[in-house]
């Protein structure tokens, strides 16, 4: 159990478009998604962290109207990259910590996105 | 601030062990994990670890020491699956994981 799943997997856009990403718990409610970012060869850094039927925390000098995160249930949180630019251009992972995880917390990550943006 | 390091590559031989060691400074502590990432792909869990010790779990063992902020993630009989990347990621005060860089893995046969 507790698969995460991403779509899509892999995504090439112009300039100025909008994309949006969806990440969505398979076989468990999730209380809480994260959004993460990941250059090449770096670490994960996180962008925001959402609890279903409220705003999403951004992280510092993460710009909310431009990836605009809504948690709209349980199982389902989506991140809009609005009038993207080839600097956005990065490998998105989304992850969800499951209800009544208790003492674990933790974190089962979705496959990733990679957004190419021409 | 926030700290996680560990080594940026590491190379080691099939079928041999190799520990890639994890030192932390965090606001609080609620647990450190690893993780295993290939190129391309998203991170899978491999260890948790929120008591001082060695947890093991067949080829892979983790150790925590808490009072010294340093985690081992231990790989023996090496395969060449084992060619990844290996993130040790801190759970602090606030839930939040603080993630280190990555320790890139290159094994050889």
């Known amino acids: 159990g507790a698969v995460v799943s991403q779509h899509p997997s892999r995504v090439i856009c112009k300039s100025g478009t909008s994309v949006k990403i969806e990440c969505r718990s398979l076989d468990f409610q999730a209380t809480t998604m994260f959004w993460y970012r990941q250059f090449p060869k770096q670490s994960l850094m996180l962008m925001a962290t959402?609890?279903?039927?409220?705003?999403?925390?951004?992280e510092q000098g993460v710009e909310k109207d431009k990836f605009l995160i809504n948690h709209a249930s349980l199982t389902l949180s989506t991140l809009t990259v609005t009038s993207a630019h080839p600097e956005d251009s990065s490998f998105y992972i989304c992850s969800a910590r499951r209800i009544g995880s208790g003492d674990y917390n933790e974190q089962f990550f979705g496959p990733g996105t990679r957004l190419t943006v021409l | 601030g926030q700290n996680i390091d560990q080594p940026t590559e590491m190379t080691a031989t099939e079928g041999a062990i190799v520990q890639i060691n994890c030192t932390y400074q965090t606001s609080g502590f609620n647990g450190l994990f690893w993780y295993q990432q290939h190129a391309g792909e998203a991170p899978t869990f491999l260890s948790y670890?929120?008591l001082d010790g060695l947890e093991e779990k067949g080829r892979f063992s983790s150790f925590l020491s808490r009072s010294k902020g340093y985690s081992y993630l231990l790989l023996k009989e090496l395969q060449m699956k084992d060619s990844a990347s290996y993130l040790c990621a801190v759970l602090d005060s606030n839930y939040q994981l603080i993630w280190g860089a990555g320790t890139k893995l290159i094994i050889k046969p």
């Open positions: 670890n929120v």
């Open positions: 959402s609890n279903e039927g409220s705003k999403a925390t951004y």
